[in-house]
Structures are given as structure tokens and as C-alpha cells.
T-cell receptor
Framework: NAGVTQTPKFQVLKTGQSMTLQCAQDMNHEYMSWYRQDPGMGLRLIHYSVGAGITDQGEVPNGYNVSRSTTEDFPLRLLSAAPSQTSVYFCASTGVDEQYFGPGTRLTVT | GENVEQHPSTLSVQEGDSAVIKCTYS??????FPWYKQELGKRPQLIIDIRSNVGEKKDQRIAVTLNKTAKHFSLHITETQPEDSAVYFCAATSGSARQLTFGSGTQLTVLP
């Protein structure tokens, strides 16, 4: 039981490049979400999904896309990276109440 | 939507003393309030949570209190130890689907 996994752990992008952050969970949870964490700002919700085929926007969705084709996977796509997207990204999977976080992806956009 | 404010942003205590972190929330419909601990470079991990039908919950040296009328909740850590040093986040539900809104975090430093 791996819980929530994320890849890559670190990534450096140039402005304008696109990439996909991968997230997977093996707990059969319906609810998954993506957060970004910036210094002094806590964790802010980017997008979330309540089940396969269903996604919705969180607090800061601009510049990001998500899809949920299976219960296990919830990838986050950066369409055209900007320096403002430099952050640490956490994927989370929610059971009855507790959110289980992945190890995070540290993204730097130059 | 929900808004969660957390104070203080930094807190230093001597080992063995108590630490208190406070949060306020705006949405009176919120009914679940977890606290997360995040060590440097690690993921946030749940340390304690409380539901709106309970006023206080305790787990060894950690306790959380909730005042629904005033819309605030607090984390209490007694007999602090150096390993308690970390960033602590409060959170509250916002709307349905278990969406959490987080506070901005408190950097707790326990001085030996």
C-alpha cells in the first residue's frame, strides 16, 4: 500500500514550456485534489475531483488543467509555465475525512 | 467561500512549556477542523481533528478546542519537545466534497 505517490520530485521548466505532474493513489478514494504551497500562504486548492470523470476548480485554477480518467490517477497539467507557478505542488487523496498528501513536487520556472 | 486565519505566524517556546495556535473561520456551515504538522521538506500530516459536534478533543500531549459560536478553534501542545518543531496548519471544510481551506501556517520552534 503506497498511499499517494507523485512524480517527479523536482522539475525545472523554462517559461512557456508545458508539463504534467503525475499523482496516483491506491486507497480507492473517490476524492482527490491538487494544492500549491507558497511561503507564508499555506496550501491553496488548484483543482479537485469527486470521482472518475468529474473535476472542478478550486481557489487558484488558472494556468492548470486536470483530468480524472481512473479512480487511481489525477494528473495536473501546466499548459504554458510561468515564473508565478514556481511552487511546491501536493496531491491529496481523501478518505472519510482525512486527506493523505503525496510527497510533493518542487517546481521551478525560469 | 471559507476563509481561515491563523495566528501567530511564528512561535518560539522553551522545551517543556506549552504552545497554543489559534485559528478563526468565516463559514458557519463548516463542520470539520483538522490540524496538520509539516516538517521541513516533508508532506503535511494529520495530527488531530475535531468535528463541530464536539468542543474538545485530546490525544496525549495534543488537544484541540472548538468554539462554534465565536468561530474559532485552537491547537494546544503541552510539554513541548524539540521534535515538535515544525510548521502547523489549521484547516476547515468549505462547502461540500470535503474541500479544505487552510490557514497560512505557524512555524513552531521549541528551544532546548
Amino acid at each position: 500500500n503506497a498511499g499517494v505517490t507523485q512524480t517527479p520530485k523536482f522539475q525545472v521548466l523554462k517559461t512557456g514550456q508545458s508539463m504534467t505532474l503525475q499523482c496516483a493513489q491506491d486507497m480507492n478514494h473517490e476524492y482527490m485534489s491538487w494544492y500549491r504551497q507558497d511561503p507564508g500562504m499555506g496550501l491553496r486548492l488548484i483543482h479537485y475531483s469527486v470521482g472518475a470523470g468529474i473535476t472542478d476548480q478550486g481557489e487558484v485554477p488558472n494556468g492548470y488543467n486536470v483530468s480524472r480518467s481512473t479512480t487511481e490517477d489525477f494528473p495536473l497539467r501546466l499548459l504554458s509555465a510561468a515564473p508565478s507557478q514556481t511552487s511546491v505542488y501536493f496531491c491529496a487523496s481523501t478518505g472519510v475525512d482525512e486527506q493523505y498528501f503525496g510527497p510533493g513536487t518542487r517546481l521551478t520556472v525560469t | 467561500g471559507e476563509n481561515v486565519e491563523q495566528h501567530p505566524s511564528t512561535l518560539s517556546v522553551q522545551e517543556g512549556d506549552s504552545a497554543v495556535i489559534k485559528c478563526t473561520y468565516s463559514d458557519s456551515a463548516s463542520n470539520y477542523f483538522p490540524w496538520y504538522k509539516q516538517e521541513l521538506g516533508k508532506r503535511p500530516q494529520l495530527i488531530i481533528d475535531i468535528r463541530s459536534n464536539v468542543g474538545e478533543k485530546k490525544d496525549q500531549r495534543i488537544a484541540v478546542t472548538l468554539n462554534k459560536t465565536a468561530k474559532h478553534f485552537s491547537l494546544h501542545i503541552t510539554e513541548t519537545q524539540p521534535e515538535d518543531s515544525a510548521v502547523y496548519f489549521c484547516a476547515a471544510t468549505s462547502g461540500s466534497a470535503r474541500q479544505l481551506t487552510f490557514g497560512s501556517g505557524t512555524q513552531l520552534t521549541v528551544l532546548p
